[in-house]
């Protein structure tokens, strides 16, 4: 994907539109994508959820899976794509915060093939902010202060020795054999030696439901599975 | 019955005293009141010898038993990776005379020997480069593995350069805080015994007496315990090892100059070797020679020309630390209820840095046969002396082999290295039997050796060192089981190539994220 950000200004970009209706969106190649703490519970009803390690830097990051292979996205291949949870990551795009010495800026990414003149949602009226412009720069400010919270979670489960690897054997009907390595999640046994009162504190933290939710939403692998069968069968 | 050991003593805070006391406390359980008692007594007027940089890939296990981060570590000890030594100018003193000993494996090496399908089709690579991806990494100052690794995990086998002086402190803010050793600061004058000879208590000059049931002899060069008080005899090895004197440096990298090698160089000299080490603050440089064979002045000036070479004229403003070794070992290392470990032990050239090494293999021996009271002692303490006298005589045997495989013939030191009243005896029947095959496991088939077959297969196929007669070949699937495992090396060595950091870029990501556990 092309990348060309540039400063959102009302003089510069008056004009300019986002196609919202799904036709521009290219989601049928990425086949993970990064998730901001708060937003783990409502995708894992429809994603596993992992950790990954951030090639760059090692850290941890949690993921939903979308397929099982590298830019494969088997529930847009399903035509369930729709229906499911669309992560920050993903809808606020093709908005940008960039970094300029003291405060975030919105920017936007020009050589995204939803952005131009015709359709969509206008970013000004009378070079005013829309309301959809407001609501894409608030998911942008939610996004990035979950990736702060995110470092605190992760850093709180490496401290306790919570994360370990999973080795995700997994078998096709038509034979074929993947495995799918790389991938971490949070130990349940060594959950449950955790002193009392860390206990607390990640149940005030919401921490509890977070893993719980996260561990729940292993079973989607199978689901994945299933429904890769059935679109190889077709 | 005998009453149980309960309190060990470590007379030295050097990398041997912590490294004992941390691997013993570690295991017995110190911290806990059930425990075994760890005391480490160091002297306030006698430094460390703070030199050893170098170390081989058992630091890794070493420490993590210990319960060390390596992040940690990495941050605190001005730590670089290293994949193996290279030396050059060993052979024949050429400018384009080098070969490498690199820490993973030849490929198939349990599988296959390829020695000689690699004498037969050398496809224009050295011995090392043809069996082993390590090199080339090396040779472009990669790292051996990536920042999503977990802590002490390798893509390519590893070992580290550190400063010995942070690691030294590192260790025992480690062993103090974490593993429950007891530290005491005090110099130690004298030692009250009892009848049987053993040592009942360490006379301090601080804090009285000290008692124990073993007693740790980690004072370095003035072997408190094993020498001045037991006078067990030193054996010289000076007659198969000459190096005696060491002039060593620390040189901050040049402006601009930001890569870090990630082996050690070890560049022969008419009369000695230099060594040169990579940390990611400054480089670590020395001279190691023969003082029967040159003078400290001509040392002096061969070690200017070598940093002539990286750092111009500043070479000329150098002041050099000038250390006598005496190349040696101790007839025994136990004695009663005292055991020496490091170069209270011993002390042979840091060639292939395995000082550490044998440090590392001693506390973890001593820790796992802690004897459990004062009657089964004389028995581990047996065992000990037969399995250490071994060790010794094996690193003295691998050191030897670089010397007497050169071909260099344009000093006395390298021709009198060859003369084999200087070699002993059971490296010059390995020597004939390698005439006629490689060095196999079976050469050395003790449990935890400290270098393998596959060592000395890099030294002398490195060197340069021809079989008498060419080997047969007589099976034509091993001969494609060989050619696979050669196409197998080449494979790994483009990935890696291609996939792995260089080493200044990972240990500047492990300073600002770190490794993982997992
Ligand atoms: C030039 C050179 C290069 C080397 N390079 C390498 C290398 O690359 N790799 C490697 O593995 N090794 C290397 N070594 C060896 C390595 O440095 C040592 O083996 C290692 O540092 C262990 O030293 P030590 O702890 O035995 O002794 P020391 O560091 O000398 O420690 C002795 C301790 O005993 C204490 N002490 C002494 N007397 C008393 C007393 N009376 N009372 C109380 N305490 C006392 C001192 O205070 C000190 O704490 C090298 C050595 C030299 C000389």
């Known amino acids: 994907m092309n990348i060309n950000l540039e400063k959102v200004s009302s003089q510069k970009h008056?004009?300019?539109?986002?196609?919202?209706?799904?036709?521009?969106?290219?989601?049928?190649?990425?086949?993970?994508?990064?998730?901001?703490?708060?937003?783990?519970?409502?995708?894992?009803?429809?994603?596993?959820?992992?950790?990954?390690?951030?090639?760059?830097?090692?850290?941890?990051?949690?993921?939903?899976?979308?397929?099982?292979?590298?830019?494969?996205?088997?529930?847009?291949?399903?035509?369930?794509?729709?229906?499911?949870y669309q992560p920050l990551k993903l809808t606020t795009q093709p908005f940008f915060l960039v970094n300029n010495e003291a405060a975030p800026e919105l920017a936007i990414n020009v050589s995204d093939p939803r952005v131009q003149n015709d359709v969509g949602e206008p970013l000004f009226e009378a070079s005013n902010a829309t309301v959809y412009l407001k609501q894409q720069a608030a998911?942008?400010?939610?996004?990035?202060?979950?990736?702060?919270?995110?470092?605190?979670?992760?850093?709180e489960l490496s401290k306790y020795d919570l994360?370990?690897?999973?080795?995700?054997?997994?078998?096709?009907?038509?034979?074929?054999?993947?495995?799918?390595?790389?991938?971490?999640?949070?130990?349940?046994?060594?959950?449950?030696?955790?002193d009392a009162l860390t206990q607390q504190q990640f149940e005030k933290s919401g921490y509890v439901k977070i893993i719980a939710d996260m561990l729940g939403s292993a079973n989607h692998v199978k689901v994945l599975i299933d429904l890769k069968n059935q679109l190889n069968k077709n | 019955?005998?009453?149980?050991?309960?309190?060990?003593?470590?007379?030295?805070?050097?990398?041997?005293?912590?490294?004992?006391?941390?691997?013993?406390?570690?295991?017995?359980?110190?911290?806990?009141?059930?425990?075994?008692?760890?005391?480490?007594?160091?002297?306030?007027?006698?430094?460390?010898?703070?030199?050893?940089?170098?170390?081989?890939?058992?630091?890794?296990?070493?420490?993590?038993?210990?319960?060390?981060?390596?992040?940690q570590f990495m941050r605190e000890c001005d730590v670089s990776f290293k994949q193996g030594a290279k030396f050059a100018k060993w052979v024949t003193g050429d400018e384009d005379d080098f070969y490498y000993h690199p820490l993973v494996l030849p490929e198939?090496?349990?599988?296959?020997?390829?020695?000689?399908?690699?004498?037969?089709?050398?496809?224009?690579?050295?011995?090392?480069?043809?069996?082993?991806?390590?090199?080339?990494?090396?040779?472009?100052?990669?790292?051996?593995?990536?920042?999503?690794?977990?802590?002490?995990?390798?893509v390519a086998n590893y070992a580290y350069h550190l400063d010995a002086g942070k690691f030294a402190d590192f260790l025992k803010r480690h062993c103090i805080n974490?593993?429950?050793?007891?530290?005491?600061?005090?110099?130690?004058?004298?030692?009250?015994?009892?009848?049987?000879?053993?040592?009942?208590?360490?006379?301090?000059?601080?804090?009285?007496?000290?008692?124990?049931?073993?007693?740790?002899?980690?004072?370095?060069?003035?072997?408190?315990?094993?020498?001045?008080?037991?006078?067990?005899?030193?054996?010289?090895?000076?007659?198969?090892?000459?190096?005696?004197?060491?002039?060593?440096?620390?040189?901050?990298?040049?402006e601009g100059d930001n890569d870090i090698a990630s082996h050690t160089i070890s560049t022969a000299q008419d009369s000695g070797w230099i060594w040169d080490i990579g940390l990611p603050s400054r480089r670590g440089v020395g001279h190691v020679y023969s003082s029967a064979h040159t003078?400290?002045?001509?040392?002096?000036?061969?070690?200017?020309?070598?940093?002539?070479?990286?750092i111009g004229d500043k070479s000329n403003e150098l002041n050099f630390r000038k250390i006598d070794i005496n190349p040696g070992v101790r007839e025994k290392f136990w004695v009663n209820n005292c055991v020496a470990v490091g170069m209270a032990a011993g002390f042979l050239e840091p060639l292939e840095a395995s000082a550490l090494v044998m440090i590392e293999l001693a506390a973890t021996t001593i820790s796992e046969q802690l004897p459990a009271n004062r009657q089964t002692m004389d028995i581990v303490a047996k065992q000990y002396n037969q399995r250490f006298n071994y060790n010794w005589d094996r690193i003295i045997d691998f050191l030897k082999l670089h010397y007497i495989a050169s071909k260099r013939e344009d000093t006395a030191f390298w021709r009198d290295n060859r003369d084999p009243k200087t070699i002993p005896q059971s490296l010059q029947d390995l020597m004939t039997l390698w005439q006629h095959r490689p060095p196999i496991e079976y050469d050395f088939s003790h449990k935890r050796e400290v270098f393998s077959a596959a060592s000395y297969q890099y030294v002398l196929y490195g060197m340069d060192f021809n079989f008498t007669n060419p080997s047969v070949i007589r099976n034509e699937n091993e001969t494609k089981f060989a050619q696979r495992l050669f196409k197998e090396n080449d494979k790994k060595t483009e990935q890696y190539l291609k996939a792995l950091p260089s080493n200044r870029e990972l240990i500047d990501k492990v300073v600002e994220f770190g490794f993982s556990k997992v």
């Open chain 1, 163 to 194: 994360i370990e690897p999973v080795e995700l054997d997994i078998a096709f009907a038509d034979g074929q054999q993947r495995q799918l390595d790389g991938l971490y999640t949070v130990n349940r046994e060594m959950l449950e030696h955790v």
């Open chain 2, 295 to 310: 003078d400290q002045a001509s040392a002096e000036q061969a070690l200017k020309a070598y940093l002539h070479q990286s």
């Open chain 2, 1 to 71: 019955m005998s009453k149980p050991l309960r309190h060990v003593v470590i007379v030295g805070g050097g990398s041997a005293g912590w490294i004992t006391a941390g691997s013993i406390a570690a295991m017995h359980n110190s911290a806990s009141n059930d425990g075994v008692q760890v005391t480490l007594i160091e002297s306030p007027d006698v430094n460390i010898i703070g030199v050893g940089e170098g170390t081989w890939p058992t630091m890794r296990t070493t420490l993590q038993k210990m319960g060390i981060s390596e992040t």
């Open chain 2, 178 to 254: 974490k593993l429950g050793v007891h530290y005491i600061s005090a110099h130690v004058d004298g030692v009250n015994s009892i009848d049987t000879g053993d040592i009942a208590s360490v006379i301090t000059r601080e804090h009285g007496d000290i008692g124990g049931d073993l007693f740790v002899d980690c004072t370095g060069f003035s072997a408190l315990l094993i020498g001045k008080h037991y006078n067990v005899p030193f054996i010289s090895k000076k007659d198969t090892l000459f190096i005696d004197t060491a002039l060593a440096v620390q040189i901050p990298y040049e």
């Open chain 2, 108 to 154: 198939g090496y349990f599988e296959l020997d390829l020695y000689k399908y690699w004498q037969q089709d050398n496809r224009g690579k050295s011995f090392s480069d043809a069996v082993c991806f390590q090199e080339q990494l090396c040779e472009k100052g990669l790292a051996p593995k990536l920042i999503t690794s977990p802590e002490y995990a390798a």
């Open chain 1, 14 to 84: 008056h004009q300019l539109k986002v196609a919202t209706d799904g036709r521009h969106q290219n989601n049928a190649s990425i086949h993970l994508c990064h998730l901001a703490l708060q937003e783990i519970s409502a995708a894992a009803a429809y994603y596993p959820i992992f950790l990954l390690k951030d090639s760059d830097t090692g850290q941890f990051q949690p993921v939903a899976l979308f397929g099982l292979d590298i830019d494969e996205n088997i529930y847009q291949q399903a035509n369930l794509w729709n229906k499911c």
């Open chain 1, 139 to 155: 998911s942008l400010s939610d996004l990035t202060q979950g990736f702060v919270l995110n470092n605190v979670f992760i850093n």
